[in-house]
T-cell receptor, first 112, second 113 residues
Framework: GESVGLHLPTLSVQEGDNSIINCAYS??????FIWYKQESGKGPQFIID?????DKRQGQRVTVLLNKTVKHLSLQIAATQPGDSAVYFC???????????FGTGTRLKVLA | KAGVTQTPRYLIKTRGQQVTLSCSPI?????VSWYQQTPGQGLQFLFE???????NKGNFPGRFSGRQFSNSRSEMNVSTLELGDSALYLC????????????FGPGTRLTVL
């Protein structure tokens, strides 16, 4: 498949464990954030989003935490599965700019 | 509902040529954004269109251009191709509000020889 990033930080976790992927965003005025999952040869897939008026949002097996004080976003994946292996990106947006800024990405490897 | 489609999926060009990539958004979506993805630079924003108007653009040279049609389909064009233009070009669509979920297509892999 296509290489998304040759020198991405990598997180290796055992199958069944919880994963935490972190992201530092750049603009304190950003008010909307998305986590994406990208598998080899595919476009980024929407996982979960959060607006700046929240500090936590939960989905199915995933939780996003937002800390605006330190401009930090995290994605928690519960009971990590082999199918979770992919590159994960955070993206930030400031209302009215119609532009998303993406983080560099983290490669998640799930060990059997 | 069909997802975002991009054509072609793969393209090989030589330096100096020009290329046009096409994107069809999800039905009902009026906003289309384009991104360039490379191993070294990651995902970088090219431009965004809504109702045939470009609302924002990234820091790319004028060789990169785009347009959107009345049916929301979008094209991007790269003229005078350089080796460094080799990348995965991704299109994303959304309903077009100030902050909306973006849904990506599979991308077009452009190789410049």
């Amino acid at each position: 498949g296509e290489s998304v990033g040759l020198h991405l930080p990598t997180l290796s976790v055992q199958e069944g464990d919880n994963s935490i992927i972190n992201c530092a965003y750049s603009n304190s005025a950003s008010d909307y954030f998305i986590w994406y999952k990208q598998e080899s040869g595919k476009g980024p897939q929407f996982i979960i989003d959060i607006r700046s008026n929240m500090d936590k949002r939960q989905g199915q097996r995933v939780t996003v935490l937002l800390n605006k004080t330190v401009k930090h976003l995290s994605l928690q994946i519960a009971a990590t599965q082999p199918g979770d292996s992919a590159v994960y990106f955070c993206a930030e947006n400031m209302s009215g700019t119609y532009k998303y800024i993406f983080g560099t990405g983290t490669r998640l490897k799930v060990l059997a | 509902k069909a997802g975002v489609t991009q054509t072609p999926r793969y393209l090989i060009k030589t330096r100096g040529q020009q290329v046009t990539l096409s994107c069809s958004p999800i039905s009902g979506h009026r906003s289309v954004s384009w991104y360039q993805q490379t191993p070294g630079q990651g995902l970088q924003f090219l431009f965004e269109y809504f109702s045939e108007t470009q609302r924002n653009k990234g820091n790319f040279p004028g060789r990169f251009s785009g347009r959107q049609f009345s049916n929301s389909r979008s094209e991007m064009n790269v003229s005078t191709l350089e080796l460094g233009d080799s990348a995965l070009y991704l299109c994303a669509s959304s309903s077009g509000g100030a902050t909306n979920e973006q849904f990506f297509g599979p991308g077009t892999r452009l190789t410049v020889l």
